[in-house]
């Protein structure tokens, strides 16, 4: 469907051709649906399918007919709440709207004052949030447009108890919109739906939409002590003009990045215990293409956007089979296409299985040949002796390598196994996934 088909405003149209937006895609056409006309919606949507341009949307119109209203857009981080700010910076800024980004991790003075002046519309975390609204700042009575955005990742973060707060004083079901986007509308973003929002429609993607069809995915089997040199010679081989790079765990990100620099390639690394101001200056220069490679942890890089990123490594298979999604989801954006390249060593193999099963299918397998492990010439400055909470944690506090080399994966065998090929690489796959004449992965019912 195109955009001009929809009953918008002639402004607010202008404002999506500025963008560059002519159709809509699948979500956006499937929400807009229900939420032009006023209702409620729980959509499951994965990152990079245009999901904030639906909501952005769906407030612009309302406030556009009244400008009376105010919207509220709660975010799971700092970094999600400011990538929402500039999509709605560059799809809003002739509509005269007023809009900030509320957070944590920064001072208060230019955010109160922001407040004071006036906004109508708040994105914001629900620490911050609930701090502002204490101090009387932020008088939620007046929101009656509510946008909760990943949150699966909100509850995670075990934030439901906020959301619980910031929803009582806000209008009653009844007398606000209100939008949740997740995803997967698991057991407790329907039950959230049902309590807090008024007759929502349910808009789920089929699994088959789950990941985004313009990314390539290969998927190699490699030891873990032959990672690095695989990871030098796809880089190499691919040479790709930006690429983001996933550890498990902090310890792993920084050291990764150190030894992508000793080997010539220009990397840094984002982390969760990085101040905010490091964290936003390492974001900004990324975007801005001043080093190519970025190293991150999972909730570091929870909603990093990156115009034009061209590749993604799972340098470990991500624990939550959730999060391979949102992993692959930083490209292959906005019609572009991308490459998401994993690595499955015997520290993380058995987490391949549920993400495969999750997204309904068997990533392609690409065999390791010698020819493309490259020489690692980096030098380890660390002490041979790290503290194991330094090197055992996840951004999340969570011990990594749930099996360690013996672990059990979900077929009752051990994630670990013996080599193939010549070049050594690649640990092999659990036997219910082995790698030659495996049977097709059966999606989640």
Do not use: W
Not at 118 to 142: A, N, Y
Not at 314 to 336: C, F, K, M, S
Not at 420 to 444: D, E, I
């Amino acid at each position: 469907m195109r955009f001009e088909e929809l009953n918008l405003d002639s402004r607010l149209l202008r404002a999506i051709a500025d963008r560059g937006y002519t159709e809509t895609t699948d979500v956006q056409s499937r929400t807009l649906a229900v939420t032009l006309p006023g209702g409620d919606a729980a959509v499951q949507s994965q990152t990079g399918t245009g999901k904030t341009a639906a909501f952005l949307i769906t407030i612009f119109s309302r406030l556009l007919q009244d400008g009376r209203n105010k919207a509220l857009i709660i975010a799971p981080t700092r970094e999600l709440a400011i990538q929402i700010e500039g999509e709605t910076e560059a799809l809003g800024r002739n509509l005269g709207l007023r809009y900030g980004a509320f957070y944590g991790g920064v001072g208060y003075d230019r955010q109160e004052a922001l407040l004071r002046k006036g906004v109508d519309i708040v994105i914001g975390t629900p620490g911050r949030l609930i701090d502002f609204e204490e101090k009387g700042l932020l008088k939620l009575g007046e929101y009656k447009i509510l946008i909760i955005d990943e949150a699966d990742r909100l509850f995670d973060m075990g934030f439901l108890p906020d959301l619980k707060r910031l929803f009582k004083k806000m209008p009653a079901p009844g007398a606000r919109q209100s939008l949740l986007f997740s995803a997967t509308l698991n057991r407790v973003s329907r039950q959230i739906a049902m309590l807090y929002m008024n007759l929502p429609e349910f808009i789920e993607l089929t699994p088959d939409q789950v990941t985004v069809e313009a990314i390539t995915q290969e998927l190699y089997q490699v030891k873990s002590h032959l990672k690095l040199n695989l990871l030098l010679g796809i880089l190499k081989a691919e040479a790709p003009k930006n690429a983001l790079i996933f550890t498990n765990m902090r310890y792993s990100a920084a050291r990764l990045a150190r030894k992508l620099s000793q080997n010539g390639l220009r990397a840094q690394y984002l982390t969760g215990d990085l101040a905010q101001s490091q964290r936003m200056r390492v974001m900004d220069d990324f975007s801005e293409g001043k080093f190519p490679i970025l190293v991150a942890t999972d909730v570091a890089a929870r909603g990093l956007h990156i115009d034009g990123l061209e590749m993604v490594v799972n340098y470990d298979l991500p624990q939550d089979h959730e999060n391979y999604v949102h992993r692959i989801g930083r490209t292959g954006r906005a019609g572009l296409t991308g490459k998401a390249v994993s690595l499955a060593c015997e520290k993380f193999s058995e987490n391949l299985y549920p993400i495969e099963r999750y997204i309904g299918m068997t990533i392609p397998e690409k065999k390791a040949t010698a020819a493309l492990f490259a020489t690692d010439r980096s030098i380890e400055f660390e002490s041979k002796s790290p503290s194991r909470d330094a090197r055992g944690r996840d951004d999340r506090g969570n011990r990594g390598g749930q099996g360690g080399r013996g672990g059990r994966s979900n077929s009752g065998r051990s994630g670990s196994g013996r080599g193939q090929g010549s070049s050594g690489g690649g640990s092999r796959r659990p036997v219910h996934n082995a790698p030659y004449g495996r049977p097709a992965v059966q999606p989640l019912a």
